[in-house]
């Protein structure tokens, strides 16, 4: 049996993604895992433009609020996590709608990560390759089961690489995340593209609605809660201009300004990354929005080509059974 079918909505931040799910909420059953970076910090609402509590109640949203902005939360973490979800929202009756615009989360859930691709420390390898000479691997291979269990399942315990590899990626930070495993069930991709000029004026109505619903007032908790402009959380567009403003360096248009600078070449990369893509199917709402019941009735449509593909392939693979 293959896992349940998902679906994923990607595009440029302010493209109207979350609209688009909200509104698709309203045919389909189906439960919101967010695929952005920033809103899983807790505490960073305003400037991240996370789902509103009544948009929650509404919807049943996922990976928000999981980690302190002074936390590390790694891809990981994330992909083990959602990985998890996947299959407790399908056992609910739901579909699983991946939201959200940082393109290597979505790839990491979608096809997997290569560790073994990463750099790793000639150091930390040569000390554990002496653990093992002194040790045996099974104090190793149980080392591995308690740290990161969801990685130990995807490696072969009686193989003394594989598992000193395994136990690099853990000792570096990245403890769940199996190696380069591709989802085994159906994909939807469906992504949002804005004509340029378009999108530039979404963007700056966003920065300009952020610094007047409360961002400073944001920003000002985070930073008496302690958290500190140097973390990488800070650093976010927006964050990283409100505390300018209230460190008197700056006034409210000039860091509106920056943020709308800044936000508008983040989008570019977003758009170059998530082009790559051939399987997207792309749709193109214009000045319009994209909730509009013509957008909500062309996704709605290929969700259900999915679901009946799945369910053919699924009748087949009962008919080859005994």
Known sequence: MTAPAIAVIVGPTASGKSSLALALAQRIPLEIMSADSRQLYRGMDVGTAKPTAAQRAAVQHHLLDVADPDETFTLAQWVAAARRLVPQIAARGRLPLVVGGT???VNALVDGFDLDSQPWSPELRARLADELQAEGLEPLAGRLARLAPLLAEQTDLRNPRRVLRALERVEQGDTALPAARRYAGAVTLVGLERPREVLARRIE???RAM???GLLE???????AGYGPQLPAMSGH???EATRVLAGEW???TAAAETVRRTRHYAKRQMTWFGRDRRTHWLA???GPADSPQLV????ELLDRTAQAELAGASATMDGLP
């Not at 944001?218 to 008496?224: A, F, K, N, W």
């Open 103 to 105: 393109g290597l989360y």
């Open 285 to 287: 709402p214009g000045g």
């Open 218 to 224: 944001e920003t000002q908790q985070l930073l008496d």
């Open 205 to 207: 109505a966003r920065a």
């Open 251 to 253: 006034d409210v248009a």
């Open 297 to 300: 009735a062309r996704v709605a």
């Open 238 to 240: 927006g964050y990283a």
């Open 211 to 213: 610094f007047a619903d």
